[in-house]
């Protein structure tokens, strides 16, 4: 089956104890994004991939790094988490755009005490 | 600042009820303008997308209506059914691009 996984779903922590949110797509997907969702501000782009090595900011990259080593992985690292970036995050993958089909993952809740 | 803004943010209606969307851009160099249906715990799916050489596009009951003098465009929900409820995003980028911006979204009801 098609899909994006993101892992884990669900994450508490507290500030400054770093933590990465795992993402990973079997559909051979050059392009890869993550998003951060809140309630009023609909979804915001943290990073995207185009492909192995490439990876540039979205609008809100601050407090965020990626890697992206394999084609199928995208991890998203928060080094030093804080309480604003209690956020509900997704991972997505699409062939090469955005401008193609995005496959979005379920979605992992972060709060941050 | 949110490069589309979307409206309202929270509509209700009856069985058969046509919920209207609407979104409205600046950057008049967009040429794709997706909308993601998102259910309760779940991550956004693609509905329906339209590039601005159309002025309108149907996919069952769903129809995009697109203004490019006015930089708008709309969602409309022909029919609506209890299983449509759901939060709809409006969605934006230019050709080719890697980035997308998004609406705030709207939470539609549809009651029974």
């Known amino acids: 089956e098609a899909q994006v996984t993101q892992n884990p779903r669900y994450l508490i922590t507290v500030t400054g104890k770093k933590l990465t949110v795992t993402c990973s797509q079997n559909?051979?997907?050059?392009?890869m994004s993550w998003y951060r969702q809140d309630p009023g501000l609909g979804l915001r782009q943290i990073y995207y991939?185009?492909?192995?090595?490439?990876?540039d900011k979205g609008d809100v990259p601050e407090g965020y790094k990626v890697s992206r080593k394999e084609k199928r992985n995208f991890p998203l690292i928060l080094e030093s988490p804080s309480p604003n970036q209690t956020s509900l995050y997704f991972c997505?993958?699409?062939?090469?755009?955005?401008?193609?089909?995005?496959?979005f993952g379920p979605g992992t809740r972060l709060t941050v005490l | 600042q949110q490069q589309v803004k979307q409206s309202p943010q929270s509509l209700i209606v009856q069985k058969g009820g046509i919920p209207i969307i609407n979104c409205a851009y600046e950057n008049t160099a967009f040429d794709y303008f997706p909308w993601y249906q998102q259910f309760p715990g779940k991550g956004p799916a693609l509905l329906i997308a339209i590039r601005p050489d159309v002025s309108e596009k149907k996919e069952g009951r769903f129809t995009i209506s697109f203004n490019k003098s006015a930089k708008q465009f709309s969602l409309h929900i022909m029919d609506s059914q209890p299983g449509d409820s759901a939060t709809y995003f409006c969605a934006a980028s230019m050709h080719r691009d890697y980035k997308l911006s998004f609406g705030a979204g709207t939470t539609v009801t549809v009651r029974a």
């Open positions: 559909m051979n997907h050059e392009y």
């Open positions: 991939s185009m492909n192995v090595e490439v990876t």
């Open positions: 997505a993958s699409s062939l090469r755009d955005v401008t193609d089909t995005q496959y």
